[in-house]
């Protein structure tokens, strides 16, 4: 195709700026933009927006991207370096926003500089090679485009406003944009027509008059236009589609880094293997042949972007286009995929490659490398590390077979199996996390690439048969066999437990995570957590709460109080055949404890007033601290309920543990419930940095101490003092911060009674873990402790936590049982077996009565 006139004269202007090896540094903008009028081939050094074209991609279109090319009409080079090209929409309304991509080097004089864009899904020619790379998706025929020192988005949306940014160098509006400089703006664009300047570049801070239509003609700084190198993707002119000398190996590597990221390959052959035609669109190709070498996957994902992919499983196809890694998170693993793509289909319908088995055989026991940094840099070692394999097979196709589930359907469309069963499984079909050293490298996720959606599936469920698909790499998660065929669902009916009520002369304590509770809320998600408590839990004679939301729950307009939502789930409760609960709680300083915003969560006491006393002293509010102070039988509270010292930086953007005193049989009970600071933050077990920087926990171990202090304060005013510590401490059993809130034995952590297989209350990324707990007095030796698992384990749940239970046995201790662990005399264990005998019944009954 030959060049018009004004392309030759541009490249001419080129030619002539290579010559020139003088670097200068940039003139104050003053001085480096010239009076409107003015012979621009004479001044000093400056940059103007040369071509604008925002039809790439779409339909009839030539080109595949948008592009934004610059160009220097001056004698000096200019830096461009802090610079950015911005985008903004032709007619701007109270929510348009300025798009921005930064920008690099520098553009010589008498040279161009060309700014790619987002891709559309039509096209068939690529840019030459871009200067810079952004995804700004332009609009054909109406839009402004201005060149900025600076990278930070513009917020004029007037041509008035604009004119007075000193930081806008040029700035160009084209077809009926309302940002524009001079008389109006450049018209004539669309899908085949770009606006451009004159050979001479030529600035009267007039679009309408600077600028003309024509066909697009991009030109980066090495003078390349897009028939200068060929931008066939691999085909002779008049012949049939060849392939590359690049395959999908080489881009892949050795290590998670491609060799060839940022560089541009042509006619990569592959067979499609999976296609996604939403979201992240795009789809995986894969290497039929291969290179031998177990460390280079022979999978890749070929992202289309906006464009919904024409390809079909079975495709032979190949593909010319950018090679990239893809960050999908801070701290993630990269994606190794090609973008821009031009996609050649050469055959339908061929048999794809044999799927790499998964399974305990295959995978490493090992997690990592731990190098204390990154690992994108180190060469995998399949054969030893567990993320080593799996990262390189990514793209590729892999089978997992008769899998058991390992944690509920998600609401967005995922389960998690293990593909070994022997690997720390929990008592009811997940797989625990039971220290930083066993993350349980087993664990897969499962989504389905086509449009059957998963089953509504529950922890310990099985995937029977094979499940196949390319190996993904998501955001949460981490590694994600995105399946085209998915295993049979086997349900393994599994039931929620419910616990025996406590005895007169036992006294009954639970902690609930109840999930941004909010009045707002729908009955249904009410009448669900009342059923917990009601019956599962059998009606605690107490209830610590956590995540309770204001009345109005996160409508961020200063509503503190939570009345109406305490109220709406005592009736719910009632409803339910539980006892008519009283409560306790401090409503926070607005936004000022975390969650959601506008939610206020906070922890609170519900309790049955048939059955325990609650001690009243005012003055309890958001800032007072209570404090442990001598009374006539021995400590008590200055208030009641308080905060544990809520001014300490401890607290900061999290909430304050509610402190209350309670009475049951004539004895003092100071229950403190808690809701540490969460993990939010913390590097992924699946990410990048190994082994993962645990930054949160910090903040919680000083949160640990400010407790810990407290109840050593009540255990020296009184050594036998009843202290239960209990709630959502966002850490697990075997932390830091559980071990400081042990305070030397003085605390008894009670999830450390139970059996190893028991030890969890929340499911994330497949690992049945810890984060709520109860801790008692030593003292109190006579309990019964355990975990309702009817929540965290159910595709239909109505919180994400589980709660947990003690009964505290009084009155000589003869009544107590001995819970999960293990200790007490005969006589309690024949008690407990006539306890588990009169359960059995009760349940035989209920689903009796059920029938």
């Known amino acids: 195709m030959p060049h018009d006139s004004r392309r030759r004269r541009r490249v001419a202007l ?5 010559a020139t090896s003088l670097v200068l540094t940039p003139l104050p903008r003053a001085l480096a933009e010239p009076a409107p009028g003015a012979d621009l081939s004479t001044t000093a050094a400056g940059a103007v927006i040369s071509e604008v074209y925002g039809g790439g991609g ?14 220097n009409p001056g004698d000096s080079a200019y830096e461009l370096s802090g610079h950015s090209v911005q985008y903004l929409p032709g007619a701007p309304g109270p929510n348009s926003r300025w798009q921005a991509t930064p920008i690099t080097g520098t553009v010589e004089p008498g040279a161009l500089y060309l700014v790619a864009q987002a891709a559309g899904n039509g096209g068939s020619v690529q840019l030459p090679t871009p200067d810079a790379t952004g995804s700004i998706s332009m609009s054909a025929t109406t839009g402004t485009v201005a060149l900025v020192e600076g990278t930070t988005p513009l917020t004029c949306v007037t041509a008035a406003a604009c004119a007075d940014d000193a930081r806008v160098v040029d700035l160009v509006g084209y077809g009926s944009a309302v940002v524009r400089e001079g008389s109006g703006p450049a018209a004539g664009a669309g899908n085949n027509a770009s606006v451009a300047r004159d050979a001479e570049l030529t600035d009267t ?16 700084s090495a003078g390349d236009g897009v028939d200068d190198d060929g931008g066939d993707g691999g085909e002779e002119p008049g012949g049939p589609p060849e392939a590359g000398d690049v395959r999908i190996h080489d881009i892949q590597g050795t290590t998670r880094w491609s060799p060839l990221a940022g560089q541009r390959v042509t006619g990569v052959p592959g067979l499609v293997t999976g296609v996604r035609a939403s979201g992240s669109r795009g789809f995986w190709m894969q290497d039929a042949t291969g290179d031998g070498d177990p460390r280079t996957s022979e999978g890749l994902f070929v992202y289309t972007g906006s464009a919904v992919p024409t390809v079909a499983v079975g495709d032979e196809v190949l593909v010319s286009g950018e090679v990239s890694e893809y960050y999908p998170a801070t701290g993630a693993q990269s994606i190794t995929q090609i973008t821009g793509p031009r996609v050649t289909t050469l055959s339908r319908g061929n048999e794809l490659p044999a799927p790499v088995v998964l399974d305990a055989d295959s995978v490493p026991d090992l997690w990592g490398p731990e190098v204390g940094g990154s690992i994108n840099d180190l060469t995998l070692e399949p054969d030893t590390y567990a993320l080593d394999l799996l990262e390189s097979l990514e793209g590729q196709r892999v089978e997992i077979n008769d899998t058991r589930i390992v944690s509920r359907t998600t609401d967005y469309d995922e389960i998690w199996v293990t593909v070994k069963p022997e690997e720390n499984p929990s008592a009811r079909g997940g797989v625990v996390y039971g220290s930083y050293d066993e993350p349980n490298t087993g664990r897969l996720k499962v989504m389905s690439l086509d449009a059957q959606p998963l089953p509504a599936a529950n922890a310990g469920d099985l995937l029977a048969g094979s499940t196949v698909g390319p190996l993904d790499y998501a955001q949460f998660g981490g590694y994600t066999l995105q399946a085209t065929e998915l295993g049979t669902h086997v349900d393994n009916g599994l039931a929620r437990p419910v616990t025996r009520a406590q005895d007169e002369d036992e006294l009954a304590l639970a902690t609930y995570n109840v999930e941004n509770l ?7 998600k009410f009448a669900a957590l009342a059923e917990g408590v009601a019956v599962n ?12 939301q204001d009345d109005n729950g996160p409508v961020n307009d200063g509503t503190v109080t939570a009345e109406r939502t305490l109220e709406k789930f005592a009736d719910a409760i009632v409803a339910a055949g539980g006892p008519r609960y009283a409560w306790r ?14 939610g206020n969560i906070r922890n609170v006491f519900l309790y049955n007033p048939e059955r325990v006393e609650f001690t009243d002293r005012e003055g309890g509010d958001a800032t007072t601290a209570a404090q442990v102070v001598a009374g006539a039988d021995g400590p008590e509270l200055s208030v009641s309920p308080g905060r544990i010292n809520p001014g300490s930086d401890a607290w900061a953007s999290s909430r304050k543990p509610l402190v209350g005193e309670f009475v049951f049989h004539g004895e003092t009970y100071f229950l403190i419930t808690n809701h540490f600071n969460s993990k939010g933050g913390d590097q992924s077990l699946h990410g990048r940095f190994q082994p993962p920087q645990r930054t949160s926990e910090a903040q919680r171990h000083r949160q640990a101490e400010e407790v810990a202090s407290f109840v050593r304060d009540l255990h020296t005013a009184d050594p036998q003092a009843k202290v239960v510590n209990l709630g959502d401490f966002n850490d697990f059993e075997f932390s830091r911060t559980l071990e400081i809130l042990g305070d030397g034995g003085a605390m008894n952590n009670l999830l450390l009674t139970l059996a190893p297989e028991k030890r969890y209350t ?5 690992n049945s873990q810890s984060l709520d707990n109860i801790l008692m007095s030593s003292t109190i030796e006579e309990f019964e402790y355990e975990v309702l698992h009817i929540n965290t384990e159910f595709a239909d749940q109505a919180s994400d936590h589980d709660p947990q239970l003690v009964r505290i046995a009084t009155g000589g201790g003869d009544d107590g049982g001995d819970g999960d662990g293990d200790s007490g005399s005969a006589k309690d264990r024949l008690k407990e077996k006539l306890k588990e005998l ?9 689903r009796l009565l059920g029938l």
């Open 518 to 524: 909010a009045a707002t809320d729908p009955d249904a």
């Open 58 to 71: 779409n339909s009839g279109a030539t080109l595949v991207r948008d592009f934004v090319e610059l160009g």
């Open 585 to 598: 709680s401090i409503d926070p300083e607005n936004n000022r404890d975390g969650g959601q915003p506008g």
């Open 205 to 220: 801070d007039d679009n309408a008059a600077d600028f003309t239509a024509g066909a697009p003609t991009p030109v980066n």
């Open 537 to 548: 839990l059998a009606s605690p004679d107490v209830v610590a709460l956590e995540e309770i």
């Open 762 to 766: 929340y499911i994330f990324d497949g």
């Open 14 to 18: 080129v030619a002539a700026g290579a």
């Open 838 to 846: 009169v359960r059995d019944l009760q349940e035989w009954l209920r």
